[in-house]
């Protein structure tokens, strides 16, 4: 069987089905056989594994992690792609399940279901337009994921593994840190994609924690505090919080909660780490 990365292979499928790119459905497909080497080895794959692909294209890397995983589960959106990748470029492999659905809409407990629950590990070429609603689905459901191994916008890439005090700093920085360890395994440039995106790109692995790395008692406070703090970056935290249409707290609280914590009236958000907006949520919660 011909392996799609293989820029020639490629083009031979495109050509053989007239595929048209779908810009709405951000694709850029992979032809570059190193860069589908480096996902692969970041991701650990081995024959015990479940893996989730999320938009497997025409099936560059869904045909390496069928020869690697135990069972491959390949959700793509674009129906077009679905007779390539089931009658085509991905027909033999008897692991392979193919799911023409939006990520963002599938019941992914219900598909895991079918698999028993086992440990997932995701691997995806993202498409950009969607990368955080699909982290945070991956994040937030529960779900048995162990490990999310994704090709993201470079600069999304260092939103995710930054701490406070940089311009990068923000929502998603603390919502992946407080579900998972990032690890930035490769800078990809736009030449390895078909057609070329005008952004870098880079793989980043996330494993996600056992435990979260703090512990906090209202979770869904936390968050609201992060989102209302980084929606209003410029201001100071106490004026973020008191504007924020998501919470209701005084501006005497959060002065009050900030003082317990030992930070000035006029502190701002970005500088504060995962764990002071655990005990700064701990505190506002106590008041309410
Ligand atoms: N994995 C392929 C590769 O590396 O060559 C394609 C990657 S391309 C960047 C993103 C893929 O995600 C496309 O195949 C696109 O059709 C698919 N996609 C876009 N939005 C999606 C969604 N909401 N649900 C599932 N797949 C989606």
């Known amino acids: 069987m011909a392996y799609l990365s293989d820029p020639k292979e490629t083009i031979a499928v495109l050509q053989r089905y007239?595929?048209?790119f779908q810009k709405k459905f951000g694709q850029n497909f992979l032809i570059d056989g190193h860069v589908v080497d480096?996902?692969?080895?970041?991701?650990?794959?081995?024959?015990?594994d479940v893996v989730l692909e999320i938009g497997p294209g025409i099936g560059t890397m869904t045909q390496r992690l069928c020869e690697e995983a135990g069972d491959v589960i390949a959700v793509e959106i674009d129906r077009n792609l679905i007779p390539i990748l089931t009658g085509d470029t991905c027909k033999d492999y008897k692991n392979l399940r193919v799911i023409n659905e939006d990520i963002l809409k599938l019941d992914l407990r219900d598909v895991l279901f079918e698999y028993g629950f086992r440990p997932v590990k995701v691997v995806a070429n993202l498409p950009y337009y969607i990368t955080t609603p699909i982290l945070m689905k991956l994040l937030e459901e529960r779900l048995p994921v162990v490990s999310i191994t994704v090709m993201v916008q470079k600069e999304v890439a260092e939103r995710m593994e930054t701490g406070p005090g940089t311009k990068d700093y923000g929502a998603l920085s603390l919502a992946v840190q407080y579900y998972a360890e990032p690890y930035l395994a490769a800078n990809v440039p736009p030449n390895c994609f078909m057609p070329r995106p005008n952004v870098g790109s880079a793989v980043i692995r996330l494993t996600l924690h056992d435990k979260p790395p703090v512990s906090v008692q209202d979770e869904k406070l936390m968050f609201a505090?992060?989102?209302?703090?980084?929606?209003?970056?410029?201001?100071?935290?106490?004026n973020g919080l008191c504007n924020a249409q998501e919470l209701t707290v005084t501006k005497e609280q959060v002065t009050e909660a900030l003082a317990?914590?030992?930070f000035s009236p006029t502190v701002r958000g970005e500088t504060l780490t995962l764990s002071d907006f655990a005990r700064l949520a701990d505190a506002l919660g106590k008041m309410r």
């Open 38 to 48: 480096k996902i692969i080895a970041a991701a650990e794959i081995t024959k015990d």
């Open 260 to 262: 317990e914590l030992g």
């Open 225 to 238: 505090l992060i989102r209302a703090s980084f929606n209003q970056r410029r201001k100071t935290l106490v």
């Open 18 to 20: 007239q595929f048209n």
